[in-house]
């Protein structure tokens, strides 16, 4: 069977029963030719209820009554085996409503129904793979919002995948993943390989078979092409592993290098049934089965996180940043903002509020310029309109990183928006927990920027954690720890390492110090003054606290009810602050 | 007629309601029907109601499924009020749920478990073709499928040897975690006792076994789809097992334990591996799950929720799930509170209608603004740069 049989199928005479309707067929057809259109992504289609139960292949059986007929010889397996109970019900059910052949060789077959598990035998370009899924969303583990699933396929946002894979790696020295391991397709599409072993995982790459995987319960069918790209998710210094029994073979026909499970015993047989009765009686390809065996990924503990063992060197592995902060062609400024405005609309229960009135500023690489006000003076609206957490009302907002300083950043859309903040712009928040994911380790955490910036060495993601947190002063030992369990300075320390990860050119602190004690908010200060004097970065800070204002910042901007009334360099301001409402928050910085 | 206007029409009102179903009944010739029958026809039912009632006895039962016309929050209902009428004369001796007659078991986590895989009494491979009565079988076995069967026995012979646990298994190899609780030694029974979070795993099992399938069901679902939940999506089941066996009383003169009943029950194991931080990785964690009658969808339910809330414990997240399951899944308070929406409210929906009344008064005399703000224009103006101090509009201190 081929991409274009796909198009096709013979109606089943009257005598037979029919488990999906002409349309119905239809409607799967056309699903399945855009999942083969775009490689290893999910496609929606209205999956109608079978004979057999949600989770028991209702979503393979509808592929293959769609795309089969009563010319197609079907095979049908479970875990491997023809004979399985499972598999049997799924044949006599496809088998009866196309009137079809069935087969147990897959050299013969025309379409391989499967439940978890690629055959041994290769398959042709003329033969058809249908795996049953039970569960589509490889996101699933790590984003339990569906909303939020769509939106990271979209954009191709797969980081927290890693990060998962790191946290495995820091606590148990091997990726937990079992079978249904993430996989890359098309170099795109994050993909759950139906749970097949990773024994089969490396056996989809580049196959020259059609592979349909079909989740009937969510309504979701998805398509590895032939010689199509398919990479198991890891990082490119830790080996993928499958599953092998070193020493072991198959107690029935011998087999050492296809997949084995395991007697209670503690002996090993073939999962394929098939491939197991053939090499009994010598009816197998064995130089062809040799190039299908996953060797390159056979475990070696040497390999392993543990077994390579890099020594961690702390901060004098930092250097120092590569970029001399960019300027937009013919001014001084990294950031500029003029005229921003925020205007929060009336509903019942609130009234209309013009949050920010029209704010202009810019700053240059190298420059801290801070924003103080009384809480309600708009800064922080301000500053959620610069991060992107707020849609400015009107007003522009150029980063010479972005496009020479030509765009208005506001005009970006979300997901522009959100790549921004992965390198180029960088916030630390008041609140650690809405800068941090408290539940992993503090590495985990930078290994979230940086794998979300594209690094996929674990080892430089390590040293590099190592070396920001060695920075702001969090002990190694501490590193593999859950920021959850830290106090609310090494939270923020984290956070700060974080955010310098991946040597953004704008940095924005949002009341970086408010939440601590004072003692612990002066060393956090120091830090940070020292943070922004090693850099040639453009750095906001928004406080209510001229202390922290002066101890950070060259020029200033005071803001009251939305509107900048007073601005200068800061030691000015301090010294001598022209407006009533400066000279009331200057005094209560000396109180 | 109205369903509650006056205590005389409120009577009269009743017993015409009762009269359509027994009338409707008595014509279709259905007051003969015996409990024989309906154990015969709906076996499946029965054995829901047992689960749910928490009372074993399937005549019982039958009669409950019988009045109820085939509605089984309502049956359920009868068995649990039945239940609250019979005085507890006994406590049995603790049944060994390994030495039982099997009837079916299935262990999804091996291919050879030790003892059968026996598929007994199941519609699992049956396709799900409507038939209508004397119809023929849709689906034929073809003689292509028989020969296969024949030709490849695929299955070992089975040696006749004792039945292990497939969790027993596992243990003997040191892939299990240890969840003995010595704390725990008499079991919670809700019929009896109020609860009291958090609680004991004893009052877990004892609050999911009676529980409403529908709903420990949905609990389970919503980790695999939902926004949040607790369950692990990649459970594996060791023994599924539906089993009959013995219960055995002490008896009041010898003191000897003595055979009174034979029961049927389902129990099931859910087994996890134990990757989340703070677990040990190299181990696998059991739940367990046991129902009167034959319960499968329920027990499996049953063993994942319990093995999750082994996981999160007495936690903040363990609370939440403690609380969901001991408050949110007993057929009769849920069902019970659902349909209580159908009495008469009209004296605290007044109540509500007096409010809105209210409201929509104050917006024809005041507008649409919802602000207490006396005589304010809209928004604030901004305040200039060179207002003088202390003249601030809103009073901000100087």
Same mark, same amino acid.
């Given at each position: 069977m081929s991409i274009d049989d796909v198009l096709h199928s013979a109606v089943p005479p009257q005598?037979?029963?029919?488990?999906?309707?002409?349309?119905?067929?239809?409607?799967?057809?056309?699903?399945?030719?855009?999942?083969?259109?775009?490689?290893?992504?999910?496609?929606?289609?209205?999956?109608?209820?079978?004979?057999?139960?949600?989770?028991?292949?209702?979503?393979?059986?509808?592929?293959?009554?769609?795309?089969?007929?009563?010319?197609?010889?079907?095979?049908?397996?479970?875990?491997?085996?023809?004979?399985?109970?499972?598999?049997?019900?799924?044949?006599?059910?496809?088998?009866?409503?196309?009137?079809?052949? *069935? *087969?147990?060789?897959?050299?013969?077959? &025309?379409?391989?129904?499967?439940?978890?598990?690629?055959?041994?035998?290769?398959?042709?370009?003329?033969?058809?793979?249908?795996?049953?899924?039970?569960?589509?969303?490889?996101?699933?583990?790590?984003?339990?919002?569906?909303?939020?699933?769509?939106?990271?396929?979209?954009?191709?946002?797969?980081?927290?995948?890693?990060?998962?894979?790191?946290?495995?790696?820091?606590?148990?020295?091997?990726?937990?993943?079992?079978?249904?391991?993430?996989?890359?397709?098309?170099?795109?599409? =994050?993909?759950?390989?139906?749970?097949?072993?990773?024994?089969?995982?490396?056996?989809?790459?580049?196959?020259?078979?059609?592979?349909? =995987?079909?989740?009937?319960?969510?309504?979701?069918?998805?398509?590895?092409?032939p010689h199509t790209s398919v990479r198991p998710i890891t990082f490119d210094d830790v080996p993928f592993e499958v599953e092998y029994a070193r020493d072991q073979r198959c107690i029935r026909c011998g087999s050492t290098d296809v997949y084995l499970v395991e007697t209670r015993e503690g002996t090993y047989l073939c999962s394929d049934v098939e491939w197991c009765a053939r090499v009994r009686t010598g009816d197998v390809d064995v130089a062809e089965h040799e190039r299908q065996i996953p060797r390159a990924y056979y475990p070696d503990p040497a390999k392993r996180v543990r077994g390579v063992g890099i020594r961690l060197q702390g901060r004098s592995a930092l250097g120092h940043s590569e970029h001399t902060g960019r300027t937009a062609p013919g001014e001084e400024w990294a950031l500029q903002v003029t005229d921003?405005?925020?205007?929060?609309?009336?509903?019942?229960?609130?009234?209309?509020?013009?949050?920010?009135?029209?704010?202009?500023?810019?700053?240059?690489?190298?420059?801290?310029?801070?924003?103080?006000?009384?809480?309600?003076?708009?800064?922080?609206?301000?500053?959620?309109?610069?991060?992107?957490?707020?849609?400015?009302?009107?007003?522009?907002?150029?980063?010479?990183?972005?496009?020479?300083?030509?765009?208005?950043? =506001?005009?970006?859309?979300?997901?522009?928006?959100?790549?921004?903040?992965?390198?180029?712009?960088?916030?630390?928040?008041?609140?650690?927990?809405?800068?941090?994911?408290?539940?992993?380790?503090?590495?985990?955490?930078?290994?979230?920027?940086? &794998?979300?910036a594209g690094w996929r060495s674990f080892w430089d993601i390590r040293q590099r954690a190592a070396a920001l947190l060695d920075r702001v002063e969090v002990p190694l030992h501490r590193m593999d720890d859950v920021v959850g369990q830290f106090s609310g300075g090494m939270r923020q320390r984290v956070q700060i390492a974080r955010a310098l990860a991946t040597d953004p050119e704008v940095l924005l602190l949002d009341e970086p110090t408010t939440g601590l004690d004072a003692s612990v908010a002066a060393g956090v200060l120091d830090l940070l003054r020292e943070l922004i004097a090693e850099r040639e970065i453009a750095v906001v800070v928004v406080s209510h606290d001229f202390q922290v204002i002066q101890a950070l910042t060259d020029r200033a901007l005071v803001m009251h009810r939305g509107a900048v009334i007073e601005q200068g360099l800061t030691d000015q301001l301090f010294a001598d602050p022209h407006h009533a409402y400066t000279q009331r928050l200057v005094a209560a910085a000396h109180v | 007629m109205s369903y509650a206007g006056t205590s005389k029409g409120g009577t009269s009102a009743i017993l015409a309601a009762e009269d359509l179903i027994r009338v409707e009944r008595a014509e279709a010739g259905l007051d003969s029907v015996d409990t024989g029958q309906v154990r015969a026809l709906f076996g499946a039912s029965i054995d829901r109601l047992m689960g749910e009632a928490g009372l074993y006895d399937e005549d019982t039962a039958a009669a409950a499924l019988l009045q109820a016309g085939g509605d089984l929050p309502e049956a359920t209902h009868l068995l649990r009020a039945h239940r609250s009428t019979l005085p507890r004369l006994a406590v049995s001796e603790p049944i060994d749920p390994d030495q039982v007659q099997?009837?079916?078991?299935?262990?999804?986590?091996?291919?050879?478990?030790?003892?059968?895989?026996?598929?007994?009494?199941?519609?699992?491979?049956?396709?799900?073709?409507?038939?209508?009565?004397?119809?023929?079988?849709?689906?034929?076995?073809?003689?292509?499928?028989?020969?296969?069967?024949?030709?490849?026995?695929?299955?070992?012979?089975?040696?006749?040897?004792?039945?292990?646990?497939? !969790?027993?298994?596992?243990?003997?190899?040191?892939?299990?975690?240890?969840?003995?609780?010595?704390?725990?030694?008499?079991?919670?029974?809700?019929?009896?006792?109020?609860?009291?979070?958090?609680?004991?795993?004893?009052?877990?099992?004892?609050?999911?076994?009676?529980?409403? *399938?529908?709903?420990?069901?949905?609990?389970?679902?919503? !980790?695999?789809?939902?926004?949040?939940?607790?369950?692990?999506?990649?459970?594996? =089941?060791?023994?599924?097992?539906?089993?009959?066996?013995?219960?055995?009383?002490?008896?009041?003169?010898?003191?000897?334990?003595?055979?009174?009943?034979?029961?049927?029950?389902?129990?099931?194991?859910?087994? !996890?591996?134990?990757?989340?931080?703070?677990?040990?990785?190299?181990?696998?964690?059991?739940?367990?799950?046991?129902?009167?009658?034959?319960?499968?969808?329920?027990?499996?339910?049953?063993? *994942?929720l319990d093995l999750a809330a082994q996981r999160y414990g007495n936690g903040e997240e363990g609370l939440k799930l403690q609380q969901l399951l001991m408050m949110t899944t007993d057929p009769l308070a849920s069902n019970g509170f659902l349909e209580h929406l159908k009495l008469p409210h009209y004296v605290t929906f007044r109540s509500q209608l007096d409010r809105a009344e209210a409201a929509r008064q104050e917006q024809r005399e005041h507008g649409g603004g919802t602000g207490l703000l006396i005589g304010t224009t809209g928004p604030a103006d901004i305040e200039s740069a060179d207002t003088p101090a202390g003249t601030d509009r809103e009073g901000l201190p100087v």
């Open positions: 005598d037979r029963p029919v488990v999906l309707d002409e349309q119905g067929q239809r409607e799967v057809r056309r699903a399945i030719l855009a999942a083969i259109a775009v490689p290893g992504h999910q496609v929606p289609f209205g999956s109608r209820e079978m004979p057999v139960a949600r989770g028991w292949g209702s979503g393979g059986l509808q592929v293959t009554v769609a795309i089969g007929g009563s010319q197609d010889r079907i095979k049908v397996i479970d875990q491997g085996d023809d004979q399985g109970v499972n598999a049997v019900n799924l044949r006599r059910l496809i088998a009866g409503t196309l009137g079809a052949e *069935t *087969t147990e060789d897959t050299r013969d077959c &025309t379409i391989t129904q499967s439940r978890h598990r690629i055959p041994e035998q290769a398959m042709t370009d003329e033969q058809v793979l249908v795996l049953q899924v039970p569960v589509s969303e490889p996101l699933r583990p790590v984003e339990k919002s569906i909303a939020a699933c769509e939106r990271m396929h979209a954009e191709a946002d797969y980081s927290r995948i890693w990060v998962a894979m790191y946290e495995d790696l820091v606590t148990g020295g091997v990726v937990n993943a079992s079978s249904g391991y993430p996989v890359l397709v098309n170099d795109r599409y =994050l993909m759950a390989p139906s749970p097949i072993p990773r024994w089969d995982v490396p056996r989809l790459d580049q196959g020259d078979r059609l592979t349909i =995987l079909c989740h009937g319960r969510d309504k979701k069918v998805y398509a590895v092409p921003l405005v925020k205007v929060f609309p009336g509903r019942l229960g609130s009234s209309p509020v013009r949050a920010v009135t029209g704010v202009s500023f810019d700053v240059a690489p190298g420059e801290a310029l801070g924003v103080i006000g009384e809480s309600g003076s708009g800064k922080s609206t301000m500053m959620n309109c610069l991060i992107g957490n707020e849609r400015a009302t009107a007003g522009t907002v150029r980063l010479a990183a972005v496009d020479d300083g030509r765009t208005n950043v =506001l005009d970006l859309d979300d997901a522009a928006r959100r790549r921004l903040r992965l390198d180029v712009m960088s916030v630390v928040h008041q609140d650690p927990a809405a800068g941090l994911d408290l539940r992993i380790s503090a590495g985990g955490n930078i290994a979230d920027r940086l &794998t979300a | 099997l009837l079916r078991r299935v262990v999804p986590a091996t291919r050879e478990p030790e003892g059968p895989q026996l598929l007994g009494n199941t519609r699992d491979y049956s396709a799900r073709l409507l038939r209508r009565p004397g119809a023929p079988d849709p689906l034929p076995v073809s003689d292509q499928l028989r020969h296969a069967q024949q030709e490849q026995p695929v299955a070992l012979p089975h040696p006749d040897e004792p039945v292990r646990r497939f !969790s027993a298994w596992m243990r003997a190899q040191d892939r299990m975690v240890d969840r003995v609780d010595p704390t725990d030694p008499e079991p919670f029974d809700p019929a009896y006792q109020p609860v009291v979070l958090p609680v004991s795993r004893s009052a877990l099992l004892s609050a999911m076994a009676v529980a409403e *399938t529908g709903g420990l069901i949905n609990m389970w679902y919503r !980790s695999i789809l939902g926004p949040d939940g607790y369950a692990d999506e990649d459970v594996t =089941l060791g023994d599924v097992r539906h089993v009959r066996a013995e219960v055995r009383v002490t008896h009041p003169h010898t003191g000897e334990p003595v055979a009174i009943a034979r029961i049927r029950f389902t129990d099931c194991e859910a087994i !996890s591996h134990l990757d989340e931080r703070g677990e040990d990785p190299a181990r696998f964690d059991v739940g367990y799950g046991i129902a009167l009658g034959h319960n499968e969808r329920k027990t499996i339910a049953m063993a *994942t």
